[in-house]
């Protein structure tokens, strides 16, 4: 159920980092099979398809699916169209906030901090952060 208060910095970041974890865990895995010889020029173009796959099919396809991430789930947290705080975004619009993140790493997240609490990639997909009771 939408409360309509948008999701604050702490809550985002901390939904973020959730979310890194299991991407961080596959590369630390990766990182120590790498050391197998003959195995590190195949597991690293692995990880870094993985990666691609986790960051720009995975999770868009949980934000447009489920309203948001498994760390957003966590942390009580949806991304909704601006317009329509009881619907979904899409798959186009999520990705589009995945490019958005990628933006966030200079400035970006600083502008959660606003009033509007939108960072990049909301401003670019037209969508919102809010919280959410359950």
């Known amino acids: 159920v939408p409360t309509g208060e948008r999701g604050d910095f702490g ?3 901390l939904a973020m980092l959730i979310d890194v974890v299991p991407f961080i865990a596959l ?3 990766g990182i120590v099979i ?3 010889p003959f195995v590190g020029c195949i597991v690293f ?3 870094g398809l993985g990666g691609l796959a986790y960051t720009f099919l995975f999770l868009p396809w949980c934000e447009s699916t489920f309203g948001g991430s498994f760390g957003k789930k966590i ?3 949806r991304v909704v169209p601006e317009d329509n705080p009881h ?3 899409d798959f186009g619009t999520a990705i589009l ?3 958005g993140h990628m933006l966030n790493f200079t400035f970006g997240y600083l502008l959660v901090l606003g009033g509007d609490r939108k960072h990049v990639g909301d401003l670019i997909s037209k969508s919102i952060c809010i919280k959410v009771d359950r």
Do not use: D, N, S
């Open 75 to 77: 942390m009580k947290l």
């Open 11 to 13: 809550t985002r970041l």
């Open 87 to 89: 619907g979904r975004i």
């Open 34 to 36: 790498a050391f197998i």
């Open 97 to 99: 906030r995945r490019v």
């Open 45 to 47: 173009p692995v990880l």
């Open 27 to 29: 590369y630390i895995v």
